[in-house]
């Protein structure tokens, strides 16, 4: 099923909605208000009941249209079962043109008092008068043609009058109700719950109809001076459609901020959908959280925080672009929903623009805070057919921008950890870590000398059906997933087994294991690596752990915390990848490593481009005087391996040394360069050849 089918009646409904409707009801109102006028009055008949019966209704309207214009509010919009009830009474008692006088003076005197609305006022009144005319043709058609001067009163007020009744009472609400809700649906379309709401409003009105409307027929031809003691029951029928209808607009808003809530965005992201697919336009939802939130109810208080999140609302509205809506879902975390867009880069301007709105300065009891914000941007029909895939794969790139430090991702397939596919993959990745199917392979690091100063441990992983997939992948899922501890665990007990291998061979070569930031910020996460390398026998100086800068973002405490628990029981720390992170220069001073890597995207380019050459230098010079081991990555040829001797660094790591190698080449590896140490080819060529100049004539090498 395509994602708008169920919103076709919506659409069909919607495409009844032309400027010219309510103007033809208006006009076929009028004429009709005329004839029947001019009619009357040619046959010289009373346009409303006089004497008691007349003064009763008269005074029972008045009551009726003091109660609605006395609410302040335009609560009766929509239609009221007060006004319905009495003229239905009074269309079955004394026909048509009586009935429509009441209707008049109910919808017209209440429009006219709220003057901003009188065009609806109009539109009310005409409409009310057709469903009047409808209602006296039922009575016509079953064979009683009520006037002031001949009433309707049948001869027992039995079942036998139920047909006149109920038929009258049907044509006057479709009539009435069927063409309000042509003319005043709103262009984005119905939503599902207003539709009920409205549905439920319509039936109470239809009971009022059945039920009351004969008892004022009743008591205005047996007893007119009671007449006006039904304004308590039309009154509290009133007050009953308000009620429901403003139950329906809470379950619809956040009782904090006002806004929308989430059950408003999705119904009204559906209905959007439907109209930018019939006009083959975009639709754009735009998710927002806060960042580091959680830190300002810690600190400051919820009650503050709720104040905060006020200030938040109401800054989103003024930032929001024409036509947009916003909406909360839930703590920290908005909605924008853009229900068209031009293209991908106007949602993620517009997304960087609310951005940027939220994160300026905000004053609360003199204290000034400022609040970064994330955005995610998913686009339909580009990422995706329908509102609640729309709703996640914003989510999902909302929390990319997070991760990141970004501000605003638009979302991408390939990095979403929860399609089908990858999830299928991250299932296959839990059996293959239970199984032991998941390698290690092991790239050196060398001296300038040729001594080998450790090795990296690399996961790989080859699928029983997708054969090898790209480690890039099959992290990004296990970090996303919750997956990853399981995977680090995996990865240091599977490491330090070979270390402790390697050491009982005489091979004593420290290995560096990678660890996300999710593995700092775990609890206890010092004492586990502790605990293993004291159950595999292996000293903690044989261990180096890699981690990025990124382990500050967070939870900066709790990182500082671990990496301190980790270097004081041995274990040296290395920062991998610097340079491409944030504020590198800031967390160099707050990590407790030994060792910087530099990331292959500067050494790659290093021989050829003199701004990374500069960069590489600044780095080395930093780094040595801080202390630090500087390992270049990614070197491939032996142009960049001597810039960066000649820079002073201290070891590389790459292709040129050698690719990751399984366990057993690792080994034979090691073994081969045990004493001399590594040497690049042509190094290894000139020392033979000295040697042979060296040997004396006829010397033959065994």
């Given at each position: 099923?395509?994602?708008?089918?169920?919103?076709?009646?919506?659409?069909?409904?919607?495409?009844?909605?032309?400027?010219?409707?309510?103007?033809?009801?208006?006009?076929?109102?009028?004429?009709?208000?005329?004839?029947?006028?001019?009619?009357?009055?040619?046959?010289?008949?009373?346009?409303?009941?006089?004497?008691?019966?007349?003064?009763?209704?008269?005074?029972?309207?008045g009551i009726i249209v003091g109660h609605l214009v006395a609410l302040g509010r335009d609560r009766w919009w929509g239609g009221t079962g007060s006004g319905a009830a009495l003229a239905l009474a009074v269309v079955l008692l004394y026909g048509w043109m009586p009935a429509v006088l009441v209707s008049l003076a109910v919808v017209v005197l209440v429009g006219a008092a709220r003057r901003h609305r009188w065009r609806q006022a109009v539109l009310h009144g005409a409409v009310d008068l057709l469903g009047v005319g409808a209602a006296a043709l039922a009575g016509t058609a079953l064979?009683?043609?009520?006037?002031?001067?001949?009433?309707?009163?049948?001869?027992?007020?039995?079942?036998?009058?139920?047909?006149?009744?109920?038929?009258?009472?049907?044509?006057?609400?479709?009539?009435?109700?069927?063409?309000?809700?042509?003319?005043?649906?709103?262009?984005?379309?119905?939503?599902?719950?207003?539709?009920?709401?409205?549905?439920?409003?319509?039936?109470?009105?239809?009971?009022?109809?059945?039920?009351?409307?004969?008892?004022?027929?009743?008591?205005?031809?047996?007893?007119?001076?009671?007449?006006?003691?039904?304004?308590?029951?039309?009154?509290?029928?009133?007050?009953?459609?308000?009620?429901?209808?403003?139950?329906?607009?809470?379950?619809?808003?956040?009782?904090?901020?006002?806004?929308?809530?989430?059950?408003?965005?999705?119904?009204?992201?559906?209905?959007?959908?439907?109209?930018?697919?019939?006009?083959?336009?975009?639709?754009?939802?735009?998710?927002?959280?806060?960042?580091?939130?959680?830190?300002?109810?810690?600190?400051?208080?919820?009650?503050?925080?709720?104040?905060?999140?006020?200030?938040?609302?109401?800054?989103?509205?003024?930032?929001?672009?024409?036509?947009?809506?916003?909406?909360?879902?839930g703590g920290d975390e908005f909605a924008v929903l853009l229900p068209t867009a031009d293209s991908l880069t106007s949602a993620q301007r517009v997304a960087r623009n609310l951005v940027a709105a939220l994160g300026s300065p905000l004053d609360l009891d003199g204290l000034t805070l400022v609040l970064e914000a994330s955005a995610g941007v998913a686009v339909f029909p580009d990422h995706a057919l329908d509102a609640e895939g729309l709703l996640r794969r914003a989510d999902v790139a909302m929390y990319q921008a997070k991760r990141d430090r970004s501000g605003v991702e638009v979302?991408?397939?390939?990095?979403?950890?929860?399609?089908?596919?990858?999830?299928?993959?991250?299932?296959?990745?839990?059996?293959?870590?239970?199984?032991?199917?998941?390698?290690?392979?092991?790239?050196?690091?060398?001296?300038?000398?040729?001594?080998?100063?450790?090795?990296?441990?690399?996961?790989?992983?080859?699928?029983?059906?997708?054969?090898?997939?790209?480690?890039?992948?099959?992290?990004?899922?296990?970090?996303?997933?919750?997956?990853?501890?399981?995977?680090?665990?995996?990865?240091?007990?599977?490491?330090?087994?070979?270390?402790?291998?390697?050491?009982?061979?005489?091979?004593?070569?420290?290995?560096?294991?990678?660890?996300?930031?999710?593995?700092?910020?775990?609890?206890?996460?010092?004492?586990?690596?502790?605990?293993?390398?004291?159950?595999?026998?292996?000293?903690?100086?044989?261990?180096?752990?890699?981690?990025?800068?990124?382990?500050?973002?967070?939870?900066?405490?709790?990182?500082?915390?671990?990496?301190?628990?980790?270097?004081?029981?041995?274990?040296?720390?290395?920062?991998?990848?610097?340079?491409?992170?944030?504020?590198?220069?800031?967390?160099?001073?707050?990590?407790?490593?030994?060792?910087?890597?530099?990331?292959?995207?500067?050494?790659?380019?290093?021989?050829?481009?003199?701004?990374?050459?500069?960069?590489?230098?600044?780095?080395?010079?930093?780094?040595?005087?801080?202390?630090?081991?500087?390992?270049?990555?990614?070197?491939?040829?032996?142009?960049?391996?001597?810039?960066?001797?000649?820079?002073?660094?201290?070891?590389?790591?790459?292709?040129?040394?050698?690719?990751?190698?399984?366990?057993?080449?690792?080994?034979?590896?090691?073994?081969?360069?045990?004493?001399?140490?590594?040497?690049?080819?042509?190094?290894?060529?000139?020392?033979?050849?000295?040697?042979?100049?060296?040997?004396?004539?006829?010397?033959?090498?065994?």
């Open positions: 099923m395509k994602p708008t089918d169920s919103a076709a009646p919506a659409s069909r409904l919607r495409r009844l909605v032309v400027p010219a409707l309510p103007a033809a009801f208006t006009v076929l109102a009028g004429l009709t208000l005329l004839t029947g006028v001019i009619w009357t009055l040619g046959e010289r008949r009373e346009l409303f009941p006089s004497g008691t019966v007349g003064w009763s209704l008269a005074v029972l309207t064979g009683s043609t009520a006037t002031v001067r001949h009433p309707w009163r049948p001869e027992a007020w039995d079942l036998s009058v139920l047909p006149q009744v109920v038929a009258a009472a049907a044509c006057y609400l479709l009539v009435t109700r069927g063409l309000l809700w042509c003319t005043l649906l709103p262009r984005g379309g119905g939503l599902p719950t207003v539709t009920r709401t409205a549905l439920t409003r319509q039936m109470l009105v239809g009971v009022a109809l059945f039920g009351i409307a004969p008892l004022i027929a009743v008591t205005a031809d047996h007893a007119p001076l009671l007449l006006p003691l039904y304004a308590v029951p039309l009154i509290a029928l009133d007050s009953t459609l308000w009620i429901a209808r403003a139950r329906a607009e809470e379950q619809l808003r956040d009782p904090l901020t006002g806004l929308p809530n989430r059950q408003w965005l999705l119904e009204r992201t559906w209905s959007a959908l439907d109209e930018a697919e019939r006009i083959e336009a975009r639709c754009a939802l735009v998710l927002i959280d806060l960042d580091r939130f959680r830190s300002v109810n810690d600190t400051l208080g919820h009650l503050a925080g709720d104040r905060l999140l006020l200030q938040i609302a109401d800054r989103l509205r003024a930032a929001l672009p024409r036509g947009a809506e916003a909406a909360r879902l979302y991408e397939a390939r990095r979403d950890g929860n399609t089908p596919d990858r999830l299928g993959l991250l299932g296959d990745l839990r059996r293959a870590l239970d199984a032991g199917d998941v390698e290690l392979h092991y790239q050196p690091k060398v001296g300038f000398d040729g001594h080998v100063a450790g090795l990296e441990a690399l996961v790989r992983w080859v699928h029983p059906d997708r054969g090898r997939v790209p480690p890039d992948e099959f992290i990004a899922i296990a970090e996303t997933s919750g997956l990853m501890p399981r995977l680090t665990e995996y990865v240091l007990e599977t490491a330090l087994a070979q270390v402790a291998r390697w050491r009982a061979m005489g091979l004593e070569v420290p290995v560096a294991v990678n660890v996300s930031p999710r593995d700092v910020h775990s609890p206890g996460f010092a004492g586990a690596v502790a605990a293993r390398l004291a159950r595999h026998r292996v000293p903690p100086g044989a261990l180096q752990l890699e981690i990025t800068e990124h382990v500050l973002l967070e939870d900066p405490q709790r990182a500082a915390d671990t990496l301190a628990g980790l270097t004081g029981h041995g274990v040296k720390m290395s920062l991998d990848d610097f340079g491409t992170g944030y504020s590198s220069l800031v967390h160099l001073r707050r990590l407790p490593v030994s060792e910087l890597k530099i990331d292959r995207s500067f050494v790659a380019r290093l021989a050829v481009d003199n701004e990374d050459a500069e960069i590489v230098r600044c780095t080395l010079d930093l780094a040595h005087s801080l202390g630090l081991l500087v390992v270049a990555e990614g070197v491939e040829d032996d142009e960049t391996w001597e810039r960066l001797r000649d820079l002073g660094c201290d070891a590389v790591q790459g292709w040129l040394v050698a690719a990751a190698m399984p366990p057993d080449e690792t080994t034979a590896w090691l073994r081969a360069r045990g004493k001399s140490g590594w040497h690049r080819e042509s190094e290894t060529a000139a020392l033979a050849a000295e040697k042979a100049a060296d040997r004396p004539s006829g010397q033959v090498l065994n």
